[in-house]
């Protein structure tokens, strides 16, 4: 959708289909995910509705970028906004890119000292929602 304000440059969502690659096969109620690059920054959003699963898990979870993230260190994580529905965990769910996987947005979850470790797929739900939103640096 495009987002006109007075004296600024207008800028366009453009649309991307997010889907969490965790080994499992998967299916979907609705995926919809929105991101606009506006010089080297990407802004993303999406939300996905888990409906089944089956097959064997993988080692972890992610989302695939519709841009790599470059030019980061360990893990770029500047602002990552993440909410979920059916995890049956307490630890708090965030997403991140990590230098080794540019192109992948990681699933984590952060424990009571503050350790973020990758979210085991066995840990996403096979019916559920995660929705985030992720803002990271490219050089593409």
């Known amino acids: 959708r495009d987002i006109g304000v007075t004296g600024f440059r207008r800028v366009l969502f453009r649309s991307w289909t997010p889907a969490i690659t965790d080994g499992y096969t998967r299916t979907y109620g609705n995926r919809v995910g929105r991101y606009v690059k506006i ?6 959003f999406g939300q996905i509705n888990l409906a089944t699963r089956s097959g064997a898990a993988g080692s972890y979870a992610y989302i695939a970028l519709p841009f790599p ?14 909410s979920t ?13 990590q230098w080794d996987a540019p192109t992948e947005l990681r699933i984590y979850e952060t424990t009571a000292n503050a350790n973020a470790n990758y979210l085991s797929p066995s840990g996403i739900p096979a019916s559920g929602e995660i929705g985030f939103y992720y803002v990271y ?3 593409s």
């Open 69 to 82: 993230a470059n030019g980061m260190g360990q893990i770029q994580q500047p602002l990552s906004v993440c």
């Open 85 to 97: 529905y059916g995890f049956t965990h307490t630890s708090i769910i965030t997403v991140a890119a």
């Open 137 to 139: 640096y490219t050089t």
């Open 39 to 44: 010089g080297s920054y990407v802004y993303v």
